[in-house]
């Protein structure tokens, strides 16, 4: 069957190289449906009880993800300088398009009681005022309202907080990055004016920020692949045409990769933005062992497409059986109940098998047009390190069989012991370094107002 495939490999090579040109353009341009998913991944599977009372109240009141909460330790609040700023900080921010309402300890109210016409009546606590002393007044009226303690305000460290209700239809939409951009703007403004350190929180700003995280992260680690393993490739091959091509093929794939994720509708998310540089990791070897055994076969006879005949023959089928395993190793998490694991699981067993594909017709074609390999390009294959190295293993696995048997035992247990140490956490920020200000600012509000994040409860008295 190689063989026959071979000889096709062969004689289409430039119909082969065109079909591919044009099918990658295709999927660059499917590629722009991406969209980056702001939402937390559903974890839980659809028909566990716990997500479906969750859906059951999603749809009974909806999701009121949609609060963002900026905080501010500052002992000199009440000072009518500070009050002052405080007041235009939320003056500003409800002018921002996107933020329906906004309140904090200078919007608080007052329930007084109205005997004449048996009524509660409302009234601002804070009037308009430049008098140091009336303020201070109107601050010890606040402060009897023990209603708003610890909720707007923790009296005890002089932490005061100032929420953000935004609109729902700007969260679902692209305008929630800027929106969340503005927001931070005028918070830095008010830390410039003040001095005091803002502190930001709350489920949309921590969805937004992790979600361009995700993307940012994910561009340096493509990156850093390409880098490293272009790095690797030169000093083995001795050739930027091999560099150059072999980067061809794994980018290529990468484009494929993104293109299948936005035909299938997959937004980007932990996992599934991993294949990428996943794609990058599998591709590279293919291209190895290809032009490795290549610069194997040329170096013995001297026929660059006798050669390649042969690559395609001997290291395609080894190739394809690696890949296929690694695929199918990937496609087990299709079987999990997670869509998350899911939507992961189909995009890299796919991609797997479309790496090998394109590597397969790739590096022969390319190669059968380019010049023969030189002396330096072929001088790998006689390196003293590498076969001083792999001599090595050899005698050891061979003469040292009982060292390898307790060396391999010795490493299952240590890494039993290791799973043995692995705890199950539900915090919202595990996956954050604990030096960022995502961490350190719901730290904050933890602290001071023991969390934001709400836990809601329905209750059912069976009537209508």
């Not at 700007?170 to 929106?179: A, K, N, Q, T, Y």
């Not at 330096?376 to 076969?387: A, C, E, G, I, M």
């Amino acid at each position: 069957m190689w063989i026959r495939i071979a000889s096709f490999i062969l004689r289409n090579r430039l119909p082969i190289l065109i079909v591919l040109a044009l099918a990658t353009a295709f999927m660059g341009f499917q590629s722009r449906k991406i969209e980056m998913s702001y939402e937390y991944a559903p974890l839980l599977p659809k028909n566990d009880p716990a997500n479906l009372e969750y859906e059951k109240f999603v749809e009974e009141f909806g999701n009121e993800g949609n609060l963002i909460v900026l905080g501010v330790q500052d002992s000199l609040f009440f000072d009518i300088l500070h009050f002052k700023q405080w007041q235009k900080l939320s003056q500003a921010l409800e002018k921002i398009n996107g933020i329906t309402s906004v309140f904090s300890v200078s919007d608080a109210y007052n329930l007084k009681r109205n005997p004449e016409v048996k009524k509660f009546e409302i009234s601002p606590v804070f009037e308009e005022t430049d008098n140091q002393q009336h303020l201070d007044s109107l601050s010890h009226t606040f402060s009897d309202l023990q209603f708003y303690e610890n909720l707007v305000y923790n009296p005890e460290t002089a932490t005061f907080l100032m929420a953000l209700t935004l609109d729902k239809k700007v969260l679902e939409s692209p305008e929630r990055v800027p929106l969340i951009r503005k927001i931070e703007a005028e918070a830095e403004q008010y830390s410039s004016l003040t001095e005091n350190n803002i502190r930001i929180s709350g489920l949309p700003y921590i969805r937004v920020e992790t979600a361009e995280m995700i993307k940012r992260e994910l561009n340096m680690f493509i990156w850093l692949a390409l880098g490293i393993t272009a790095i690797i490739i030169f000093l083995f091959f001795r050739s930027f045409k091999v560099v150059l091509f072999s980067m061809l093929v794994v980018g290529m794939a990468v484009i494929w990769a993104l293109g299948l994720q936005g035909i299938m509708g997959y937004k980007v998310t932990i996992l599934t933005g991993m294949i990428p540089p996943l794609i990058i990791v599998i591709g590279i070897p293919n291209s190895v062992f290809l032009l490795n055994k290549f610069h194997h076969e040329f170096r013995n006879h001297g026929n660059k497409i006798k050669s390649l005949q042969r690559v395609i023959q001997k290291i395609g089928n080894a190739t394809f059986l690696t890949n296929l395993t690694t695929a199918s190793g990937f496609a087990t998490f299709i079987f999990t109940s997670s869509k998350l694991l899911v939507e992961f699981g189909i995009m890299a067993a796919i991609n797997i098998i479309v790496v090998f594909v394109l590597s397969i017709l790739l590096i022969p074609s390319i190669f059968s047009f380019l010049p023969d390999p030189k002396e330096r390009h072929v001088r790998h294959l006689k390196s003293r390190f590498f076969q001083k190295i792999i001599n090595r293993l050899v005698h050891i696995s061979l003469n040292h069989k009982k060292i390898v048997y307790v060396g391999t035992l010795g490493l299952l247990i240590f890494g039993g012991f290791g799973i043995s140490q692995m705890k199950t956490t539900g915090y919202m920020l595990d996956d954050i370094p604990h030096n960022h200000r995502l961490y350190k600012d719901l730290n904050f509000f933890e602290h001071h107002f023991s969390g934001l994040m709400p836990l809601e409860i329905m209750i059912d008295n069976k009537k209508k």
